[in-house]
């Protein structure tokens, strides 16, 4: 099993980043996949989510501005992040989550948001 993040890296306040996340070795389209993120010396923050049939959802604090998608023609889960602010540097992990509460994540990528 794979997740590998790609994507990630310094962006000024208000600009915008799009996260990647390619998988393998699972039945992609069988889970819901997310978004979470840490900063250090912090717990996890869950970010956003989507369904397996592309519903989706995301936590208050970036709601307007990220936007979770998923092709399940290419295994592949994205976060496009938007009007980036410093609050929203973190490592950005991507994870999967199956009906039957088998999870993966991935290694993370790094976001960093400063002028």
């Known amino acids: 099993v794979q997740l590998v993040e790609t994507g990630g890296g310094l962006v000024q306040p208000g600009g915008s980043l799009r996260l990647s996340c390619a998988t393998s070795g699972f039945t992609f389209s069988s889970y819901v996949m997310g978004w979470a993120r840490q900063e250090p010396g912090k717990g996890f923050e869950w970010v956003c989510g989507?369904?397996?049939?592309?519903?989706?959802y995301c936590e208050d604090s970036v709601k307007g501005r990220f936007t979770i998608s998923r092709d399940n023609t290419k295994n592949t889960v994205y976060l496009q992040m938007n009007s980036l602010k410093p609050e929203d540097t973190a490592t950005y992990y991507c994870n999967g989550a199956s009906p039957s509460r088998r999870y993966y994540w991935g290694q993370g990528t790094q976001v960093t948001v400063s002028s």
């Open positions: 989507v369904y397996m049939n592309g519903s989706a």
